[in-house]
C-alpha cells in the first residue's frame, strides 16, 4: 500500500518482550511502500552481518557523548554496557521527503520522545506526525507462555522479562492507542487501520 500526505507519520511502537512487536512491525514494512525503519546509533561494536547505516550508525562513545551534549538525539539510553539512540535529524530527514518512519522501542524511550514531542513547535514535521502504540499481550499467563514456547530464554530470564513486561505494561495508558495482540492477524489489521486512520486525521497534533 502506498500512503503519501502532507503529515507524514512517526509511528512509536512499544510492548513488553514477546508481544509480537517486532512481528507487526515488519509487516507494516512490508505492507506499506512508504514506511520506513528507524536506523539507531550504538556504540557496541558491529556483530557479523551488520552493516554501518543500514543496521545501526556505529560510533564510538565520545562522538555518542558529544551529540547527546549537543541535543542532537531524539532519545538515548545505555543497554548492556553500550549506548543506544536515535539522531532528531535521521527522523526529520524521512518524514521531509514525505514518508513515514517508524520507531520499535521500550516504553523509557517512548518516554523521552514523548517529552521532546511536546517540546516541539506545533508545525514540526516530528510532532505533527507523532503516533504512539502499545501492543499488549492478552494476559501475563499468555506471554509467559509465548516465552516458554520459544525455548531461547533460561527459566530466569522469563522471570525477568515476565516482571519487566509487568512493569511496562503499567506504562500503556500513555500511548494513544492500545492494540491488544490476541490474534497477530486481527492484531495486524487494527495497526494498519491506525496508521490509514492517521493519514486521514485532521487538525493539529
Known amino acids: 500500500m502506498t ?9 512509536v511502537v512499544s510492548a513488553p ?3 509480537g512487536k517486532t512481528t507487526l512491525c ?21 556483530r557479523a552481518g551488520e552493516i554501518d547505516g543500514r543496521s545501526y550508525h556505529f560510533m564510538n562513545e565520545a562522538e555518542f557523548e558529544r551529540r547527546v551534549a ?9 543497554v548492556h554496557g553500550a549506548l543506544y539512540g536515535t539522531l532528531k535529524a ?10 513515514d518512519v517508524i520507531m520499535d522501542i521500550d516504553v523509557q524511550g517512548a518516554a523521552q520522545i514523548r517529552a521532546q514531542v511536546r517540546a516541539l513547535p506545533e508545525d514540526h514535521p516530528i510532532r505533527r506526525g507523532f503516533v504512539d502504540i502499545f501492543i499488549a499481550p492478552p494476559s501475563i499467563a499468555e506471554l509467559r ?3 516458554e514456547g520459544r525455548a531461547k530464554d533460561s527459566a530466569e530470564t522469563i522471570d525477568r522479562r515476565v516482571r ?13 492507542y492500545l492494540v491488544l495482540n490476541d490474534d497477530l492477524n486481527k492484531a495486524y489489521d487494527v495497526l494498519r487501520a491506525i496508521v490509514i486512520a492517521e493519514h486521514h486525521r485532521s487538525g493539529s497534533v
Open 3 to 11: 500512503l503519501k500526505s502532507d503529515r507524514p507519520l512517526l509511528i
Open 70 to 78: 549537543a541535543g542532537l538525539f531524539l532519545e538515548h539510553a545505555r
Open 145 to 147: 507462555r509465548r516465552l
Open 26 to 46: 515488519n509487516m507494516l514494512l512490508e505492507n506499506f511502500e512508504r514506511l520506513d525503519y528507524s536506523v539507531s546509533c550504538t556504540t557496541r561494536a558491529p
Open 164 to 176: 519487566q513486561a509487568e512493569s511496562e505494561m503499567q506504562s500503556a495508558g500513555e500511548y494513544r
Open 90 to 99: 535521521s527522523i526529520e530527514e524521512i518524514l521531509v521527503r514525505g514518508d
Open 17 to 19: 518482550s514477546g508481544a
